[in-house]
């Protein structure tokens, strides 16, 4: 069996396989002290993280259908940056860190999961570097939810803001990065975050097929994915917190920018 775009076993690994270690996790947390939880979240990072360094060192030794160039192989794509912000927002309890995993930590993970990166597209389902792939973005995808199922942060507009801007600064930082690399000629191909588009990616290509300019290109996605998905938890959050009905769900949100312009004023 091979993995292909959208055949069974594609979908299976976008669909139950994330389903099936979220209600994993979750049996085994409920019962849990918010203490324990957050220490066995953190165990469970460490070792996606470590189970990453062993996937990226036998991509580099063993697996033959893969070209292994180190300086286009460091974690600095969205998903291997998360491996390491994610245990650092649970530690820190960070809350903007915390939030940028829940309103893009998990979309972005669930984008690489649902697109498949083109190297691992007709690879062997039960090849090594696949089963991981899947692996550890499904976790990536999962994980951050349990900062909401267990109330680690209350959703605020303020965290919405917050967030957004680190999701931003830090694309335009790895941009910065693969301006760098390319224009030293140390890796005259990088292009971490894709912010030069992804070649046989359907949603990069969509977008750059809007706007055809490097980074700029993106910016569709903000509103296009990611401004609705952050409405919908906003939403839920907001309905689930105040024991409201769907009514009062703009008086909250309401509420939530007043006190955030407040305290804004009050900083200056």
Request: positive net charge; contains cysteine.
């Amino acid at each position: 069996m091979i993995m292909e775009h959208l055949n069974i076993i594609h979908i299976f690994s976008f669909t139950i396989l994330p389903a099936g270690l979220f209600l994993s996790l979750f049996f085994l947390l409920k019962n849990k002290r918010d203490k324990t939880r957050r220490h066995l979240l953190v165990i469970i990072c460490f070792f996606n993280i470590i189970l990453y360094i062993v996937y990226k060192f036998y991509q580099a030794f063993f697996y033959s259908g893969y070209d292994f160039i180190l300086l286009y192989n460091l974690p600095l794509h969205f998903c291997n940056l998360n491996l390491i912000l994610l245990p650092l927002a649970l530690i820190t309890r960070n809350k903007t860190l915390m939030a940028y995993q829940i309103y893009f930590g998990t979309l972005l993970a669930f984008f690489a999961l649902f697109t498949i990166d083109p190297a691992f597209r007709g690879a062997p389902v039960l090849e090594f570097s696949c089963i991981v792939y899947f692996y550890y973005h499904s976790m990536l995808f999962i994980i951050p939810y349990f900062i909401l199922v267990f109330r680690m942060i209350t959703i605020s507009f303020k965290n919405v803001l917050s967030s957004s801007l680190f999701f931003l600064s830090l694309t335009i930082l790895i941009h910065i990065i693969n301006i760098i690399f390319r224009i030293s000629g140390i890796a005259p191909q990088a292009n971490y975050f894709f912010t030069y588009g992804l070649e046989g990616d359907y949603f990069t290509e969509m977008l750059k097929n809007i706007i055809p300019y490097n980074l700029i290109f993106l910016i569709p996605a903000f509103f296009i994915f990611f401004v609705p998905y952050i409405a919908i938890i906003f939403i839920i959050c907001c309905r689930i917190n105040s024991k409201s009905s769907i009514n009062n769900i703009g008086s909250c949100c309401y509420n939530d920018i007043v006190e955030t312009c407040k305290k804004y004023k009050r900083s200056k």
